[in-house]
């Protein structure tokens, strides 16, 4: 009984652990605000580099939207909260349902398409919702939103990444999720087997669209200031080198790309110039050394904490029964 | 065809892509039980006439009957619920995933774990080879195990009828022997089959009837035996 879930103990503790180093390192003063600043925008980049992932890596349709989707939910949830004045979860909820509306009304057209006319449409969205939200003037306009409430802290943005981590792994792990990787490999013999294919790529799209609204949600009330210029298409890019050197296909590889580059670039700070340069660079050595990125399509799952688990249970064990 | 109940029928069966017009007017039947298979140069329509049934393509006139049902509108991840498997050409296995994954694949639309098992044990019992490379990459297999493996995927869909289309293409005649004896294997354990060739020779050896198409028309047909033997079929054919 115990042995069972003992994986799945060791795994919380392990979050647990990780949560308290952070929190005691920010509420410690350990932290400076700037790496406090980076450790939130880490969470951030996770959630969207994972849900890119499930649209681009794990169904196979290459969006290149995602700022656009997280655009929408970052000032769908500053209206809930700065215009409105609702709480916060109310933000939250809204910003990720305008942004999976958004995914359905793309989504349902554009998937169609294939390949370069997939991105190119989605590229085209993506532009579209910056520069409609820049001449919208309940929405600031150009010079965008200020004055959200800051209500984002570190508490907020763990249990956020941990949820929308949870819930891509446990949709790919469904028969869903084979589903979403049958399309990826060859549509037209999933259809074969009788998987709804354009069910399955919307409802992907959707998920993705939905995750990367909450990203936004969680931005705007973090930073309490955006602007449509910042969704534009270098942010997609950023989260697809991500992507691509965590692996396509790999949801580890998502988080672990996340916070590489978003620590490279905290380092990379002091030099801006210099920072996209680098960052190209990147792309293209992991594109050359290791195409299918830093961990191909592995996974850490609750089985390599079983390893690790069943080798610590027995020894726990043993130390019992002596 | 006195006796057999038929378990297909395609009644004047149109499709068009775009301006092509690829079948202009189908009409065949497949009994229950039995091997029927369709012949014809590059661009008759043969896999268009698969694809039609199965829903890939959409016909522009005509009515496509399955055991009874008017499938016509049926659109194609529903057509495997109804018993009708499509062994595609070019065998389009999923290639990152593996042997086993691949064969639950073709399970997708089953929920009776019980005999999805059966099914799987009797899949890889027919076929050893796939046993043996149970967790490889269905990628990194040979033409002719991927063959297998596309066979298998669609026999764990557990048809009553099973459309290939080219099971031999690009195989060595030694494994176009086997894969020609698997299907009748698997006709003789009571699967229906429609087949589409370019290997005219062995698919009217194996068949109980044939078609011969001709630019999306259907020219010929009658038992596969007969067909054989008529002149303009071995000269246009069978290569004399």
């Not at chain 1, 990125?293 to 089985?303: A, D, H, P, Q, Y």
């Not at chain 2, 050409?89 to 290639?95: C, I, M, P, S």
């Not at chain 2, 297998?148 to 009828?161: D, E, H, Q, V």
């Not at chain 2, 195989?171 to 087949?195: H, R």
Request: glycine content about 12%; overall charge neutral.
């Amino acid at each position: 009984m115990l042995k069972k879930y003992f994986p799945s103990i060791l795994a919380c503790l392990a979050l647990a652990v990780l949560f308290t180093i952070v929190q005691v390192g920010i509420s410690g003063g350990l932290l400076s605000g700037y790496w406090i600043t980076n450790i939130y925008l880490m969470g951030i980049n996770i959630i969207l580099a994972s849900s890119l992932n499930l649209i681009n890596g794990f169904t196979g349709e290459f969006s290149l939207g995602h700022a656009g989707f997280m655009a929408v939910g970052a000032f769908t949830g500053a209206i809930v909260t700065a215009n409105l004045g609702l709480p916060f979860p109310l933000a939250i909820i809204a910003g990720m349902l305008a942004a999976a509306i958004a995914g359905v009304i793309v989504g349902l057209p554009t998937l169609r398409l294939r390949g370069d006319y997939l991105a190119i449409a989605t590229l085209g969205f993506g532009e579209i919702v910056r520069v409609v939200l820049m001449n919208i003037d309940y929405v600031g306009g150009a010079s965008g939103m200020m004055g959200i409430p800051e209500v984002v802290n570190w508490p907020i943005i763990f249990i956020s990444v941990v949820l929308s981590l949870l819930l891509i792994r446990n949709f790919i792990g469904s028969s869903h999720g084979r589903a979403c990787l049958a399309v990826r490999e060859n549509d037209l013999a999933a259809q074969m087997m009788g998987v709804n294919i354009t069910y399955y790529k919307v409802l992907a799209f959707v998920i993705g669209a939905a995750l990367a609204g909450l990203a936004g949600v969680l931005y705007a009330h973090y930073y309490s200031i955006i602007q449509p210029k910042e969704f534009s298409f270098m942010l997609t890019f950023d989260v697809l080198v991500m992507v691509m050197v965590g692996g396509l296909g790999s949801l580890t590889g998502s988080v672990v790309g996340a916070v590489l580059l978003t620590t490279a670039s905290a380092f990379l700070q002091a030099i801006p110039e210099l920072r996209m340069v680098l960052y190209a660079l990147l792309l293209i050595v992991s594109a050359v050394f290791r195409p299918q990125g830093l961990l191909g399509e592995k996974e850490i799952t609750l089985r390599t904490f079983e390893r690790w688990g069943g080798v610590l249970y027995a020894a726990l064990n043993r130390k019992q029964t002596e | 065809m006195g006796g057999i109940e038929q378990i297909l029928t395609l009644d004047d069966v149109h499709v068009h892509y775009g301006a092509i017009w690829a079948l202009k007017g189908i009409n065949l039947t497949v009994g229950e039980g039995e091997i029927v298979s369709l012949i014809g140069a590059n661009g008759a329509g043969k896999s268009t006439t698969l694809q039609a049934i199965s829903g890939v393509v959409k016909s522009s006139a005509g009515k496509t009957t399955f055991r009874g049902e008017d499938i016509t509108k049926v659109p194609a991840h529903n057509i495997v619920k109804k018993g009708i498997a499509q062994v595609p050409e070019g065998r389009r296995v999923f290639a990152n995933l593996s042997v086993l994954e691949n064969l639950e694949m073709g399970a997708y639309i089953r929920r009776d774990n019980k005999g999805i098992k059966q099914d799987m044990e009797m899949v890889l019992e027919r076929f050893p080879r796939l046993k043996e490379r149970i967790s490889q990459v269905a990628g990194t297999l040979s033409g002719g195990e991927q063959q297998m493996l596309a066979i298998g995927r669609a026999l764990m869909t557990r048809p009553k009828l099973m459309l290939l289309d080219e099971p031999s293409m690009g195989l060595a005649p030694l494994l176009v022997k086997e894969i020609f004896s698997i299907i009748q294997e698997i006709n003789q354990e009571g699967t229906t089959i429609l087949l589409v060739e370019q290997n005219a020779r062995m698919a009217l050896q194996i068949s109980d009837r044939a078609y011969v198409l001709e630019t999306g028309r259907i020219v010929l047909d009658g038992p596969a035996k007969e067909l054989a033997r008529q002149e303009d079929v071995k000269k246009a054919y069978l290569g004399g």
